[in-house]
């Protein structure tokens, strides 16, 4: 079983970072795609970064200039550093995985609540 641990939310006035953390844990052959998700009330969940194996990143258009994502790849783990938040970036951010192992497919975190506010 793989489980997906993340770390760093909380509560930031605007204009102010945060970084998260997700790491994974168990029966791991390799890691391909990983990346966050978003999803505020009353709103679909949306895509914010991804990262795929050969470190190549993609964004949603909101967060472009403003967040990067990163992984370490030894340690099974994908950041996501996030610059000059903004009320709207408020959301539950959830990281995912696409695990290959025991069993192959997507992975998702608990999620992790991030809020922006003075």
């Known amino acids: 079983q793989v489980q997906l641990e993340e770390a760093g939310g909380g509560l930031v006035q605007p204009g102010g970072s945060l970084r998260l953390s997700c790491r994974a844990s168990g029966s791991i052959h390799s890691i391909g795609t990983m990346g966050w998700y978003r999803q505020s009330p009353g709103k679909q969940r949306e895509l914010v970064a991804m990262i795929i194996a050969g470190d190549t990143t993609n964004f949603a258009d909101s967060v472009k200039g403003r967040f990067t994502i990163s992984r370490d790849n030894a340690k099974n783990t994908v950041y996501l550093e996030m610059n000059s938040l903004k009320p709207e970036d408020t959301a539950v951010y959830y990281c995912?995985?696409?695990?290959?192992?025991?069993?192959?497919?997507?992975?998702w975190g608990q999620g992790t609540q991030v809020t922006v506010s003075s």
């Open positions: 995912y995985a696409f695990i290959v192992g025991r069993t192959t497919g997507n992975v």
